[in-house]
Structures are given as structure tokens and as C-alpha cells.
């Protein structure tokens, strides 16, 4: 029976030690996996949480106070600042 969902892949090659692909075999051997699908879950584990540490601004204590403090009390625009909104005025119209 044709399965209306293609499911597609893609290869990914690197170069390991034999010593790492050997832990990767016995991990993924104990966790009942094919050394592929262990790989293939690691790697997306990382990536995810990769990506969420990149999507996190960090900030000091110092850093945040002061980010706090212009949140609060927001200093006056600049004159650049002022220059930029008259020209986004000028040329955005909203309805």
C-alpha cells in the first residue's frame, strides 16, 4: 500500500575516532537504538538546545539593573533618534 507521506532524509557525513564511535555504539546498544537513530537524537538534542541558549540574553546583575532602570525612567530620544522617527513618519502611512 503506497504511503501517501514521503518520508525524506538526508546524509550527514563526519569523521569520528574509533574510540567515539565505539561509546556511540554502546550507548545507543543500551538504549535498545541503531547507532543512526542515537546519533540522529543526540544531534537534535543539541540543535534544540543549542538554539535556546542562543535565544536567552544573559545579563549581569549590573546589566540588568541598568536595563531595568531605562525601562522605568527611559532617558529623552537623541537627536538622531528624533531624525529617524520624523523620517519612518514620512514615509509610513498607517491607516
Request: charged share 30%.
Amino acid at each position: 500500500m503506497p504511503s501517501t507521506a514521503i518520508n525524506k532524509s538526508a546524509r550527514l557525513e563526519t569523521r569520528i575516532t574509533p574510540e567515539l564511535r565505539q561509546r556511540l555504539r554502546e550507548v545507543a546498544e543500551i538504549q535498545g537504538r541503531s547507532l543512526s537513530d542515537y546519533v540522529t537524537a543526540a544531534l537534535h538534542a543539541a540543535v534544540q538546545k543549542d538554539l535556546e541558549e542562543m535565544a536567552t540574553i544573559r545579563l549581569t546583575r549590573e546589566a540588568s539593573e541598568l536595563f531595568a532602570r531605562a525601562l522605568i525612567d527611559p532617558p529623552e530620544p537623541s537627536p538622531a533618534l528624533q531624525r529617524a522617527f520624523e523620517l519612518h513618519r514620512s514615509l509610513v502611512r498607517y491607516s
